[in-house]
């Protein structure tokens, strides 16, 4: 027999693969683990923001009724047009159907 087999050789990689398939098992559960956190903070960070959306809305309902400043109706239309009006961002393009809560806060907020 010209290729036999040599048995320790498939010992060892045997054993090899079997740290392999540990060590594999090890990173997913340590994936699977941040996973759930960056879930957890994603879910938590969708409801803040809900909610920073409801306050400000309110508040816009609020100045409508008083009516808005001229600087806050020229941000009010730079933010309609499609530009950030927020501090850090200010004269940035807004992404299609994107809302930024900074921008609503400068045009609705109370300061
Ligand atoms: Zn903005």
Do not use: W
């Not at 050789?9 to 045997?14: K, L, P, Q, V």
């Not at 600087?71 to 159907?97: A, I, P, T």
């Amino acid at each position: 027999m010209a290729d036999r087999i040599d048995k320790s050789d498939i010992y060892e990689r045997f054993a090899a693969v079997t740290q392999q398939t540990r060590e594999l098992v090890e990173s997913m559960e340590v994936l699977t683990e941040k996973l759930s956190l960056v879930l957890a903070d994603n879910a938590k960070l969708a409801i803040e923001n809900d909610h920073l959306h409801e306050v400000i809305k309110k508040q816009h309902e609020e100045k409508k009724q008083e009516g808005l400043s001229d600087s806050r109706r020229m941000l009010q239309k730079l933010y309609q047009e499609g530009f950030h009006v927020c501090n850090d961002m200010y004269g940035k393009r807004l992404e299609d159907h994107e809302s930024c809560t900074f921008c609503l806060d400068a045009i609705y907020g109370r300061h």
